[in-house]
């Protein structure tokens, strides 16, 4: 491309064209790309006019006559000043594209670009100019300030953007994952068989949760997008996968959204838009956590419309089949989802239907263990508190997944646990068989390892969207199928895996041969330069194939046909990119050249000549590469019908791998990690021996300590847990020291009674677990100053949710509840909390360093005390990280402000006030009230402790000796010496009495 400042020296060259006829330098561009000609990439116009000579597009050779002046590549320069009319802050304000409005976009190529912009307003428009995606106005200028990519403009005032079409992808994943919708319009013929403007269309929509393309997710995550709809108390949403076609729907109370939000964790949400432009309060406060929102108009979301649709895609009568009555309250979110799906993905042709997605799965609450956002937070089941990723945190030790979809189902099962106990054993079951048997075990791993990402590949396969990359995967994972159910067959917990296998087999396994046989081993990773099927795949592909190996060798033995018949041993036959194969003569046998010869062309020295023969010859071989390309298409078509039409078992196949993936997950690290298969009952309690958490039982191996936990009425089995009959303590109030682990404790019986309810082994020695209804926490402070809530309201507010919907059947883990406020405060609120949990009966664990909730156990009979065992010598304190039953009175909070790395001079001084504060009467207000406090605990009258034998209180108790009342009324000032001495006698009797 001609320099910008080169362009001012070089006299423009006259060809005689209107320029007025060339409307716009964009309209030039796109008749040039109708030679596959773009002017930025060459810098000689010589043989784009030679190309054009003869052309009868008048705007084609016009604009060749401008490169050739110099003039079209001295148009692409950056944008000096931003008009003000591409820089409004409304998205879907699209103004600036109207044809009406803006003379930039009235000429017939601009026309057909503002058309697609107005279509997608609030998209991001990728337009296909040739080997380019070109975005103007206000999309040019928001892309070149996300990505810092080039700002320039055509025509003087017209921002745009441009980024090339095969490295585009990398850019709309940068796009999509800041928030934005792309619309990727597509060119929809060849350039060289377009009269005027090339046809365009948009063929898909890129948005945070309808992506499908490999390069744009993450293996091990799903990405799904989900619609809420509120309906008074009641939220319900429906979600899909698009790229594998998982469509599940969900209801809960508004309330718990939030909660539900967190655990399906989509890319993206669709609501209702509100007629008067506001936010509903419960989609506002989504958006305040980062989540993408995208609003579409009511009727996406009216009943009969959505209902409409689902019976429309699913082509069936009534959706009474798949569970959903005509006026159940979640088809408005179904049918507002799927919807959305359809408006942003390439359909069925035929049907207009996504064709691989399945019908809606409800998903029952009452089916899985209650799971909030803030237990998910605070347990790190998917990333850590500290430094949000994923190593480190629960999910991070469950990496032996095999597949992609073994990843993903993993992570949806820590999210959501089961409830029911028939559901857990019989997971349970698989695991164990696996876990027992680690020949088995390494056999089926082996074999999930010749599995590739099937579900997704099945998307994209129906989506229109696969790669010739896909298929030899596909290939690879449909021929293992045989393989993997003789694998399982030996064991009786797989049965029902055998028969779905069993099952689709006869369908797969031909349908493997096929994509093997047709794909190269080689296959590039795009259909764009052919070389995709194999030789002898297709007769006539291998012909054209031939014709291009053979053409030098066609050459070689024409020139030598050439030279014995006319005599000239310097003839040649050669081949140019402009005028094609000639036959050359130099000057001086010119003269000999036979009557079958036509003049081509003249050089100086030489004389170009072709004939029939090489002419007819010239034509199969141009056309060779073009017609092999086009026949691989054609191939590739069929090839795709074909997958389609095995959709339904391929997708089988694929949630089946997944399953067992997962499976086999769960016991790898129960056989690595030496955990043990947990008891499930259906009576409350939790009972566990050497008790470990799962992470650091990883990171530390033999250096973490375990410990035993003892909750609830009856064990498992029947027999005691702890205590005897109805009063067994359910509460347990853990103190002790900082850093000697009653975080670690109390985070790690939680997670033993996740694990359980996933499925999965646990690390204990053994553990009993009653099936429970909910795991509820409160660990960690937290700001949350975007909502204008300070750490101590985000706390109560936690705790307010606890204490909401805490049952008999639920799991409670607080950690200093109460620290916010001032020291009565807190401790007012943390008492009065334990002793509606205990009265509750609900599984409570309870770190605290209100040492006086103590006195709790003395009165009620469902608290116990528990304490971190420390040993003290020489004023150093040792950690023993071991639970034990009963209390403790010190934190030993200087310590590890020491061991933290205070200044020395620091630590001396609080050890020094807390001496002074330890001789002051700080709690005289608590002074022998906490046994009064105590017996007016709310507990009903039968199930309160009997009252103590009487012992010291708590607190030192004070009482006003005669002497001090003397005293309060003696005059110093009215004293002689004598009567002071007289009355200092008088007061050492009365003492001594």
């Known amino acids: 491309m001609k320099q910008e400042g080169s362009a001012s020296r070089t006299p423009p060259v006259s060809y005689g064209v209107d320029e007025d006829r060339t409307h716009n330098l964009l309209d030039a561009t796109e008749a040039l790309s109708q030679l596959s000609y773009h002017p930025w990439e060459e810098r000689d116009c010589s043989k784009l006019l030679e190309r054009c000579k003869g052309v009868r597009n008048h705007a084609l050779f016009a604009a060749a006559a401008l490169l050739a002046g110099g003039r079209l590549a001295s148009t692409l320069r950056p944008v000096a000043e931003i008009p003000a009319i591409f820089e409004t802050e409304n998205p879907r304000d699209v103004s600036w594209a109207d044809p009406a409005k803006n003379p930039h976009f009235a000429t017939p190529a601009m026309r057909q670009y503002a058309r697609f912009k107005q279509a997608h307003p609030d998209c991001i428009l990728f337009f296909r100019l040739g080997d380019f995606y070109e975005m103007f106005g206000r999309d040019a200028v928001l892309v070149h300030r996300l990505l810092s990519i080039t700002l320039t403009e055509r025509t003087k005032g017209l921002p745009m953007a441009g980024v090339p079409f095969h490295s585009a992808e990398g850019y709309i994943r940068r796009l999509v994952a800041m928030g934005h919708r792309v619309a990727v319009c597509e060119q929809m013929q060849d350039p060289k068989d377009a009269k005027g403007v090339i046809e365009r269309a948009v063929t898909r929509v890129l948005t945070p949760g309808t992506l499908v393309d490999e390069t744009l997710l993450e293996a091990g995550s799903a990405n799904r997008v989900a619609a809420i709809a509120i309906d008074g108390a009641e939220a319900h949403l429906a979600a899909i996968e698009v790229s594998t076609g998982a469509f599940t729907v969900h209801a809960c109370p508004v309330a718990l959204l939030g909660d539900e939000i967190a655990r399906l964790s989509p890319s993206e949400i669709v609501h209702a838009e509100e007629r008067d432009g506001s936010i509903h309060p419960e989609f506002a406060r989504l958006a305040a956590r980062g989540l993408a929102l995208t609003a579409r108009q009511g009727w996406y979301f009216r009943g009969e419309d959505a209902q409409a ?63 909030d956002a803030t237990t998910l937070r605070a347990l790190e089941i998917e990333r850590t508190l500290r430094t949000g990723a994923t190593e480190g945190s629960l999910l991070s030790i469950f990496d032996g997944a095999a597949t992609p979809m073994g990843r993903r189902l993993v992570r949806d099962w820590l999210c959501y646990p089961l409830a029911a106990k028939p559901a857990i054993d019989a997971r349970l079951d698989r695991v164990a068989a696996l876990a027992a048997d680690e020949r088995f075990a390494d056999a089926v791993l082996a074999q999930l390892g010749e599995l590739q990402d099937v579900a997704r590949i099945a998307g994209r396969a129906a989506l229109g969207r696969a790669t010739p990359r896909d298929f030899l995967a596909l290939a690879r994972s449909l021929a293992a199928i045989r393989p993997l159910a003789d694998t399982l067959a030996p064991s009786a917990a797989f049965a029902a895996d055998c028969a779905e296998l069993a099952r689709v087999a006869p369908v797969l396994a031909p349908l493997a041969e096929l994509l093997a046989c047709a794909i190269k081993r080689d296959a590039p990773a795009h259909l764009r330069e052919g070389g995709v099927f194999a030789d002898g795949h297709d007769l006539e592909l291998d012909e054209t194939r031939l014709l291009q190996r053979d053409s030098s060798a066609w050459l070689a033995k024409y020139q030598e046909e050439l030279v014995a018949s006319t005599g000239i041993g310097s003839l040649k036959v050669g081949y140019n990119s402009v005028f094609g194969y000639y036959i050359e003569l130099s000057a001086a ?22 004939t029939p023969e090489l002419k007819e010859f010239e034509e199969k071989v141009l056309r060779a590469d073009a017609r092999a390309i086009e026949r691989e298409k054609e191939l590739w078509t069929r090839l795709l019908a074909e997958v389609a039409g095995h959709l339904p078992q391929i997708v089988a196949f694929g949630e089946r791998a997944g399953e067992l993936d997962a499976l086999s997950c769960l016991a790898s690290v129960a056989r690595r990690q030496r955990w043990t298969r947990p008891t499930m009952g259906d009576a409350p309690g939790i009972a566990i021996e050497g008790g470990r958490h799962p992470v650091l039982d990883r990171t530390l191996a033999s250096s973490f300590v375990p410990n035993d936990t003892a909750l609830g009425g009856t064990g498992t089995g029947g027999t005691a847990v702890v205590g005897a009959g109805d009063c067994s303590p359910t509460l347990a109030l853990i103190t002790g020291p900082n850093m000697a682990g009653k975080s670690t404790y109390i985070r790690q019986v939680a997670l033993i009674a996740l694990l359980a309810h996933v499925g999965s082994f646990v690390p204990a020695a053994k553990a009993e677990i009653g099936v429970l209804d909910a795991i509820l926490t409160r660990i960690g402070s937290a700001d949350e100053i975007h909502s204008g809530q300070s750490t101590f309201m985000v706390e109560m507010t936690e705790t307010a949710n606890i204490l909401h919907h805490a049952t008999a059947k639920s799991l409670v883990v607080l950690d200093e509840i109460g620290r916010g406020t001032s020291t009565l405060d807190g401790l007012s609120l943390a008492w009065a909390i334990t002793e509606t949990l205990a009265a509750r009966g609900a599984c409570t664990l309870f770190a605290t360093h209100y040492h006086e909730l103590t006195q709790l156990a003395d009165t009620l009979p469902r608290v116990t005390n528990l304490h971190v065992s420390v040993r003290e010598w020489n004023d150093e304190v040792v950690f023993l990280h071991k639970i034990v039953p009963g209390r403790t009175d010190r934190s030993y909070g200087i310590h590890v402000a020491r061991l933290a790395g205070l200044p020395r001079e620091t630590v001396a001084r609080a050890k020094e006030v807390l001496e002074l504060l330890g001789t002051v009467e700080v709690a005289d207000a608590l002074s022998g009230r906490v046994q009064q406090i105590a017996s007016t605990a709310p507990a009903p009258a039968q199930a309160r402790k009997p009252a103590p034998t009487p012992q010291l209180s708590l607190f030192t108790e004070y009482v006003e000796h005669p002497v001090v009342a003397d005293l309060r009324t003696v005059d110093l000032n009215a004293l002689t010496p004598l009567a002071a001495f007289d009355l200092l006698r008088r007061l050492v009797d009365s003492v001594r009495a």
Do not use: C, M, W
Request: net charge positive; hydrophobic share 40%; proline share 7%.
């Open 309 to 371: 649709a689902l019976i429309a895609q699913f082509g069936v009568r009534s959706l009474e089949g798949f569970g959903f009555a005509k006026d159940d309250p979640a088809i408005p979110a179904a049918g507002a989802i799927l919807r959305y799906a359809l408006e942003t993905q390439a359909t069925d042709q035929t049907t207009g239907r996504i064709p691989h997605l399945l019908p809606p799965r409800r998903i029952s609450r009452g089916a899985h263990l209650a799971v």
């Open 589 to 610: 046998n010119s003269a000999k050249a036979p009557a079958s010869f036509t003049r081509k062309q003249t050089l100086r020295n030489a004389e170009r000549y072709i």
